[in-house]
T-cell receptor
Framework: DQQVKQNSPSLSVQEGRISILNCDYTNSMFDYFLWYKKYPAEGPTFLISISSIKDKNEDGRFTVFLNKSAKHLSLHIVPSQPGDSAVYFCAARRNNAGNMLTFGGGTRLMVKP | EPEVTQTPSHQVTQMGQEVILRCVPISNHLYFYWYRQILGQKVEFLVSFYNNEISEKSEIFDDQFSVERPDGSNFTLKIRSTKLEDSAMYFC?????????????FGSGTQLSVL
């Protein structure tokens, strides 16, 4: 099942720089997209989301961009901080599918001091 | 911030044995979920539960799985006869209303190892 795909398993960024995490999806029925962050030994924590009717949503240092025609979304973190080091999961939800989320495989972000 | 709590954090069992994974969702939440992540694989949806009924379930959630809210606070996942391939991290989650733009709160997970 490759409906949601994160092609980069890892990303290393210098503190203060921008981190860009990418996610692609194939199912055009997805209407809501979310990013979760996961630290070791913890469950996923909600970060930011975007509805398919929008192309951008911003919350502090975190911005999610959605390109529906390309079926692509990205998470920008700026400036990146060492505490941002975690695994980031992209997730998508189909319309009328409640909160059944389809997750990507995750990208491990390492922010170097 | 309120938390979803899961017990135990680790569970080791023999193949064919029954296991029950326990979760205490956030107290005012009405929708409950189980997800799992097999080592090296994606987080996968298992089941959602509302008003004492299963709302949705995935293909993974076969007859060997069941969920229950035995009292006002606990939400359990039972695997009747565990298989080796059931070894995974199982995450419980809850949400207030189950509406589309609502975030899920996840617990820290129970690592299930089937030997």
């Amino acid at each position: 099942d490759q409906q949601v795909k994160q092609n980069s398993p890892s990303l290393s960024v210098q503190e203060g720089r921008i981190s860009i995490l990418n996610c692609d999806y194939t199912n055009s029925m997805f209407d809501y997209f979310l990013w979760y962050k996961k630290y070791p030994a913890e469950g996923p924590t909600f970060l930011i989301s975007i509805s398919s009717i929008k192309d951008k949503n911003e919350d502090g240092r975190f911005t999610v961009f959605l390109n529906k025609s390309a079926k692509h979304l990205s998470l920008h973190i700026v400036p990146s901080q060492p505490g941002d080091s975690a695994v980031y999961f992209c997730a998508a939800r189909r319309n009328n599918a409640g909160n059944m989320l389809t997750f990507g495989g995750g990208t491990r972000l390492m922010v170097k001091p | 911030e309120p938390e979803v709590t899961q017990t135990p954090s680790h569970q080791v069992t023999q193949m064919g044995q029954e296991v029950i994974l326990r979760c205490v969702p956030i107290s005012n939440h009405l929708y409950f979920y189980w997800y799992r992540q097999i080592l090296g694989q994606k987080v996968e949806f298992l089941v959602s539960f509302y008003n004492n009924e299963i709302s949705e379930k995935s293909e993974i959630f076969d007859d060997q799985f069941s969920v229950e809210r035995p009292d006002g606070s606990n939400f359990t996942l039972k695997i009747r006869s565990t298989k080796l391939e059931d070894s995974a991290m199982y995450f419980c989650a809850s949400s207030i209303q189950g509406i589309p733009n609502e975030k899920l709160f996840f617990g820290s997970g129970t690592q299930l190892s089937v030997l």
